[in-house]
């Protein structure tokens, strides 16, 4: 179990500022689980990818601070870890995909080599069996010729298959947990789905443990297990994909479900969302939501918990939520 309990986040400080801290995620909670995906959607902006990066401790060398709560894997908490350990769990027992394949591999270094670094990072293996190991990686996420491709360098690779190699290196070492912030937006749409169902293949076969990041209702309702519905900062609901799917309760849910181009007739223009995610440091006093909502009223300008809704496991974050099932 990898549990997020309580996390606050804190941007670097800002010389130009007071010194009040500027909270960009605030008091979130989140459980994933072997065997399940859980999805966490929410527009650009809302802190879905420093809740991800969190989860390594990976935005700690850009200021990023912790100011409350704590991760706990396996009941351990990460920000107890030495840094042996924590170099051990990155990649070894969670494990990150990123958004841009080409970023996340060093042009400069054959692919063979990075694979082989993180392979002896985590196994114990010799030369010749690490090898052997890569190749294997590389033919179970679908690349043919494995031996060959281990000598080329990422810049001769397209996207796709730098995915798949990131993904080949993400298993590498048997992890429990996969954080994968937007794996497919900048691919392809054809790649994209293939690269989503070997990811649905590998997630079930050695049942990992998923967190899946995107801005795609679409892709929750394909890949995911759970949902988390993310507005400036916090979660405003979660719950199973099919509870949060058929009664979607706060009205950022459904606005977003909504816009989905799926639902939307060929040829009509999507709706939209007024207005933005407000940046952190502007946020509403009471529901974040509320300035963008056309439900409304004063009821909204105290704090909102997230409370219990239709099932078990289900909670939203909206005093309205009747008026927003009548929408
Ligand atoms: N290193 C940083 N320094 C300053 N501000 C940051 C930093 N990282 C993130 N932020 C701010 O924190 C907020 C949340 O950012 P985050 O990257 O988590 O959003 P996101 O939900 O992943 O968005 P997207 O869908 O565009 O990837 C944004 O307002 C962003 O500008
Ligand atoms: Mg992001």
Request: aromatic residues 8%; glycine residues 4%.
């Given at each position: 179990m990898l549990e997020i309990r309580d996390l606050s986040l804190a941007l670097p400080a800002r010389t130009?500022?007071?010194?009040?801290d500027i909270i960009a995620v605030s008091n979130l909670s989140l459980r994933l689980q072997r065997g399940r995906v859980m999805g966490l959607v929410g527009e650009s902006g809302c802190g879905k990818t420093l809740t991800a990066q969190a989860i390594l401790r990976l935005g700690e060398h850009q200021g990023?601070?912790?100011t409350g709560g704590d991760i706990l894997l396996d009941q351990q908490s990460i920000f107890a870890m030495d840094d042996v350990t924590l170099r051990k769990m990155r990649g070894g027992r969670v494990s990150m995909i990123f958004q841009e394949p080409m970023t996340a591999?060093?042009?400069?270094?054959s692919i063979g080599s990075q694979m082989l670094e993180v392979i002896h990072l985590h196994l114990n293996l010799d030369a010749e069996a690490a090898r052997q190991h890569a190749i294997r990686l590389l033919q179970d996420v679908g690349l043919d010729d494995a031996g060959h491709l281990l000598q080329q360098?990422?810049?001769?690779?397209?996207g796709g298959m730098r995915q798949r190699v990131l993904i080949a290196m993400a298993m590498s070492a048997n992890a429990d947990f996969i954080i994968a912030d937007?794996?497919?937006?900048?691919?392809d749409v054809s790649v994209q789905k293939r690269i989503i169902a070997l990811l649905r293949n590998l997630q079930r076969q050695r049942g990992l443990g998923m967190l899946l990041v995107t801005h795609d209702f679409g892709l929750v309702a394909e890949m995911c297990d759970d949902v988390a519905v993310m507005y400036a900062g916090e979660i405003v609901e979660t719950g199973s994909v099919e509870d949060v799917f058929d009664h979607p309760a706060h009205p950022y849910t459904r606005a977003l479900m909504g816009c989905r181009p799926e639902i939307n007739p060929p040829g009509t223009p999507l709706p939209v969302i007024e207005g933005n995610v407000p940046?952190?440091?502007?946020?509403?006093?009471?529901?974040?939501?509320a300035p963008r909502c056309?439900?409304?009223?004063?009821?909204?300008?105290g704090k909102v918990a997230l409370h219990q809704w239709s099932?078990?496991?289900?909670q939203a974050r909206c005093v309205h939520v009747e008026a927003a099932e009548s929408c």
């Open positions: 130009d500022h007071s010194d009040a990023i601070r912790r591999l060093n042009p400069v270094f360098y990422p810049d001769s690779l397209s937007e794996p497919t937006t900048a691919l940046a952190p440091g502007l946020w509403a006093a009471g529901c974040r939501f056309k439900h409304a009223d004063q009821a909204c300008a099932r078990h496991q289900h």
